[in-house]
C-alpha cells in the first residue's frame, strides 16, 4: 500500500474483533474500536480508511455489513497474540506497508452522516440498559480468606440474639 496510516491499522483490528462470526454493522465496529482504543477516530479519518482498505480489497461489504477479506484475515493472523495495543497496531502497519494489491476492488464509500449515526447508535447503547457484548465480564477473584471467614456465620449480630431467646 502506498501510504498507511495508524487509523488504517486501528480500523482492521476493530473489524477483526467486531465480525468474528459475522459481518459487523457500523456501529458494532464502532463499539469494538471505543473498546480496542478506548476511544473512536474522526470521522473523516474513518471515512478515508474504509475507503483505502475497500479499494485494496482488505474489507468487503456483505448486505450492509462489513468483514475482512481472507488477505486481511492473514496480516491480522500473522500478529503476536501476546501485543498489547501499541504494538499491535505497529505489526498491522508493518504487515499494511508490504502488502501489494492483487487486481482491482471496489473502494468502500461512507458518508460522514452514516458514521455519525454509527457512532451515536454506538454511544447511546452504551449508555443504555443494555449490555454491550463486546466488553468481557469482569471477574472478582475470592480468595481463600474470604470463603473461609464467610463459611457458616450468620449474617448479623441480630440474627443471633433472636436465635438465643427462641
Not at 482488505?58 to 498489547?84: C, F, H, N, V, W
Not at 443494555?130 to 457458616?152: D, F, H
Request: aromatic letters at 4%; proline letters at 5%.
Amino acid at each position: 500500500m502506498d501510504s498507511v496510516r495508524d487509523v488504517d491499522a486501528f480500523l482492521l483490528m476493530a473489524l477483526a474483533l467486531a465480525s468474528k462470526r459475522r459481518p459487523a454493522e457500523l456501529a458494532e465496529i464502532m463499539a469494538a474500536a471505543d473498546l480496542t482504543h478506548g476511544a473512536i477516530p474522526y470521522r473523516a479519518e474513518l471515512g478515508d480508511a474504509f475507503h483505502e482498505l475497500g479499494a485494496h480489497g482488505l474489507i468487503q461489504e456483505i448486505e450492509g455489513r462489513y468483514t475482512l477479506t481472507p488477505d486481511a484475515q492473514k496480516i491480522m493472523g500473522s500478529q503476536s497474540r501476546k501485543a498489547g495495543v501499541v504494538e499491535l497496531i505497529a505489526g498491522i502497519r508493518e504487515a499494511l506497508i508490504t502488502y501489494n494489491p492483487v487486481g482491482e476492488h471496489a473502494p468502500i464509500l461512507l458518508s460522514e452522516e452514516q458514521l455519525s449515526d454509527a457512532i451515536v447508535a454506538h454511544r447511546s447503547s452504551a449508555q443504555g440498559a443494555g449490555r454491550n457484548l463486546l466488553i468481557p465480564k469482569s471477574k472478582v477473584p475470592e480468595t481463600r480468606y474470604q470463603r473461609a471467614v464467610n463459611r457458616g456465620k450468620p449474617t448479623s449480630s441480630h440474627s443471633r440474639k433472636n436465635d438465643r431467646k427462641a
